[in-house]
């Protein structure tokens, strides 16, 4: 009953890293396993959860460039039942090194299918939320993710110009769904940085409530200083400040998500 | 006298598309000719200029892949001495199409080449500035508008893990200035989405002018909703609200650098 969810939206800065640390954080603190892989090479989600950057031995460059076993790359956290795959800078050199293979889409999720056989044989821990952070882009890394993963939720950031950006992600999840993972599914679009006192806020979750419906999550995230604070302390805001709004939101949204199956 | 500046960080949403549009507009306003091309597929650039999708003809999409001139798809914007190419999100392509291209990083090069022999001919006009809009990444756009620079200029959001990245943008600047384009510069840090009310915002900047010096602007950009509002009527914050504390930051930058030449 493993659920692999890749979190993605080339617009830059719009919460996907606060999202995959925190919502990975709440489903853990709700009991479930949960694994975060970081597929970004600016290793965000690492420092977030506090994997200093020496320390990142196995990471997701080597499952991608090397055919790494997932089960090797997987470390544990401070925090219970939230274990992370870090990244590193050198995985930014994995799209020029795998552009001309056949398997460039699917190496990821070949990974996935081998961590799914090592967890079946009992080698592995499984999980019940498998959560990949992607980069701002819709390059090779955001394509690996989504074409291994069962679903995608989209963050997106209650501003303008990120609503402008809605149509190319949905292109690209069109383009994935019909060429290379039929499955895939939208997990469900989450609004972020909503500021209530501001008209613009509004208007967009207006907007994408209106054209994406139901697969709009209810819990909306606010604009929160201490989801900013918290990665400078290499802890998810919910160790960091529990009761502040942007970890209530996050706890709001994981109910959710355990409520709701996959959006299809 | 002309200057070629690439807007560049791969950390999303910093804030290099507001500071193109609004220091490009604010030293249009002082009377300098400027020149914006959007090198980013999101083509954030162009929507913020009201340059609707639809009328993106000749965009840097022709210049990177067809050898196209840029003086063909230079278009005026509703702001005297302020110009502009689009991009649409075909560009994302570019990256695929010319990997494998013995000149892929030199084509804005060459194009940039082509555009000073037009002007000295009197077949285009000439600019102060030329800005490039680039992507939240460090890939062949990116390094392409660096090659074809004379200067870096990297916005930086107030915010921890915008400091993480920096690193990166300065490992890629230097690769670059070794080995494809000796002569570029650091043209300035610039502090963006700063808020005076919180503690991680104050200790930011002084990191950041500790480690970099002169190199980063006086000017700090202020977080301000005015600049997030002016986008969805296709206007710069200068045209939008020019009293705003956002407007008159960058009004303030365009003075600081008109008074500064490029930081070496
Ligand atoms: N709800 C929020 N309230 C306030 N700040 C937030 C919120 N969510 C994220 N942030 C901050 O905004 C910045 C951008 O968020 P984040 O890095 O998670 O976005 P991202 O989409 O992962 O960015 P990138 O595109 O670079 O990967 C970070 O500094 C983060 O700490
Ligand atoms: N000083 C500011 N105060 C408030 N909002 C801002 C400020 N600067 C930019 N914004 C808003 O923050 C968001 C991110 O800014 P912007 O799109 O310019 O960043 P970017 O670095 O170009 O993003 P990307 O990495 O996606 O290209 C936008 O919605 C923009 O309107
Ligand atoms: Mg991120
Ligand atoms: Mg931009």
Same mark, same amino acid.
């Given at each position: 009953?493993?659920?692999?969810?890749?979190?993605?939206?080339?617009?830059?800065?719009?919460?996907?890293?606060?999202?995959?640390?925190?919502?990975?954080?709440?489903?853990? $603190?709700? =009991?479930?396993?949960?694994?975060?892989?970081? /597929?970004?090479?600016?290793?965000?989600? *690492?420092? @977030? +959860?506090?994997?200093?950057?020496?320390?990142?031995?196995?990471?997701?460059?080597?499952?991608?460039?090397?055919?790494?076993?997932?089960?090797?790359?997987?470390?544990?956290?401070?925090?219970?039942?939230?274990?992370?795959?870090?990244?590193?800078?050198?995985?930014?050199?994995?799209?020029?090194?795998?552009?001309?293979?056949?398997?460039?889409?699917?190496?990821?999720?070949?990974?996935?299918?081998?961590?799914?056989?090592?967890? $079946?044989? =009992?080698?592995?821990?499984?999980?019940?939320? /498998?959560?990949?952070?992607?980069?701002? *882009?819709? @390059? +090779?890394?955001?394509?690996?993710?989504?074409?291994?993963?069962?679903?995608?939720l989209i963050p997106l950031q209650c501003e303008f110009l990120a609503l402008e950006g809605l149509t190319q992600i949905m292109q690209t999840y069109n383009t994935v769904k019909s060429n290379m993972n039929p499955a895939l599914a939208i997990q469900g679009v989450l609004l972020t940085m909503y500021d209530g006192r501001n008209n613009l806020s509004k208007q967009v979750v207006d907007d994408v409530r209106e054209h994406f419906g139901d697969a709009v999550?209810?819990?909306? /995230?606010?604009?929160?200083?201490?989801? *900013?604070?918290?990665?400078?302390?290499?802890?998810?805001?919910?160790?960091?400040?529990?009761?502040?709004?942007?970890?209530?939101?996050?706890?709001?949204?994981?109910?959710?998500?355990?409520?709701?199956?996959?959006?299809?």
């Open positions: 009953n493993m659920q692999v969810i890749a979190i993605a939206n080339q617009k830059g800065g719009v919460g996907k890293t606060t999202t995959a640390i925190n919502l990975g954080t709440a489903l853990a $603190a709700a =009991g479930e396993r949960c694994l975060i892989i970081d /597929i970004d090479p600016q290793g965000n989600a *690492s420092t @977030s +959860l506090g994997v200093e950057r020496a320390t990142r031995e196995v990471t997701t460059y080597d499952i991608l460039m090397n055919d790494g076993a997932v089960a090797n790359a997987i470390i544990e956290t401070d925090i219970p039942n939230l274990h992370i795959v870090p990244s590193v800078t050198e995985l930014a050199a994995v799209e020029a090194e795998i552009f001309g293979e056949n398997d460039r889409h699917t190496r990821m999720q070949r990974a996935m299918e081998t961590l799914k056989r090592h967890i $079946a044989d =009992g080698s592995a821990h499984s999980y019940r939320y /498998i959560f990949m952070d992607c980069p701002p *882009s819709l @390059s +090779l890394l955001t394509v690996n993710a989504m074409v291994a993963a069962d679903s995608v999550y209810e819990t909306v /995230i606010p604009r929160n200083v201490k989801l *900013s604070e918290a990665p400078s302390h290499g802890k998810p805001a919910l160790i960091y400040d529990p009761k502040c709004a942007g970890s209530q939101a996050y706890l709001q949204l994981a109910g959710e998500m355990l409520r709701r199956s996959k959006f299809v």
